[in-house]
């Protein structure tokens, strides 16, 4: 996987806003300002997901991308007393779409929204309607992640949880 990097990347032209070299984004890291690093299988490779961080205000993001350029799966992250913690996980699904990245319309989202003490509330919205329910109790330890070192996002990015 070659990871490249900048400061935020633009959903609209599916292209890195204000590049930076590894050592400016590790400088970013560092000091906890925004910074996304932008994963690529190949050098000509277009982006399977992203990590955006910004450890000066306790926020991280696992973004996986569709061959389209699409968001199709986000995690985030808060930072909780020197770990972070999955607060959020939500899957996007377009259909039959061959719409580019930020002009296509997901015609089904499913959301998880976790609290530290095991309430989840799971949320669908589809065309037709929308439903939610709130369970109480869920183990939620699998979601505390540490915060990782610059460039080892492993623990952030497993797709399956």
């Known amino acids: 996987?070659?990871?490249?990097?900048?400061?935020?990347?633009n959903n609209l032209t599916e292209t890195p806003m204000n590049p930076t070299t590894p050592e400016?984004?590790?400088?970013?890291?560092?000091?906890?300002?925004?910074?996304t690093a932008v994963a690529s299988p190949g050098?000509?490779?277009?982006?399977?997901?992203?990590?955006?961080?910004?450890?000066?205000t306790g926020y991280a993001s696992a973004i996986f991308i569709d061959e389209f350029g699409r968001d199709t799966l986000d995690y985030t992250f808060t930072?909780?007393?020197?770990?972070?913690?999955?607060?959020?996980?939500a899957a996007y699904?377009?259909?039959?779409?061959?719409?580019?990245?930020?002009?296509?319309?997901?015609d089904r989202t499913e959301t998880y929204e976790f609290t530290t003490d095991g309430v989840v509330q799971r949320a669908v919205e589809e065309e037709g309607g929308e439903s939610k329910e709130i369970r109480h109790g869920v183990d939620v330890s699998s979601n505390w992640e540490?915060?990782?070192?610059?460039?080892?996002?492993?623990?952030?990015?497993?797709?399956?949880?």
Request: charged share 20%; with cysteine.
């Open 1 to 9: 996987m070659i990871w490249t990097y900048c400061e935020q990347w």
């Open 24 to 35: 400016q984004a590790q400088a970013r890291h560092t000091s906890g300002e925004l910074y």
């Open 43 to 56: 050098e000509q490779s277009a982006p399977t997901l992203r990590v955006e961080m910004r450890l000066e």
């Open 79 to 89: 930072l909780i007393t020197g770990s972070f913690f999955l607060e959020t996980a």
């Open 93 to 106: 699904g377009y259909g039959t779409s061959q719409a580019r990245g930020w002009y296509a319309d997901a």
């Open 146 to 161: 540490p915060i990782p070192a610059f460039g080892a996002y492993a623990s952030l990015i497993r797709r399956e949880r």
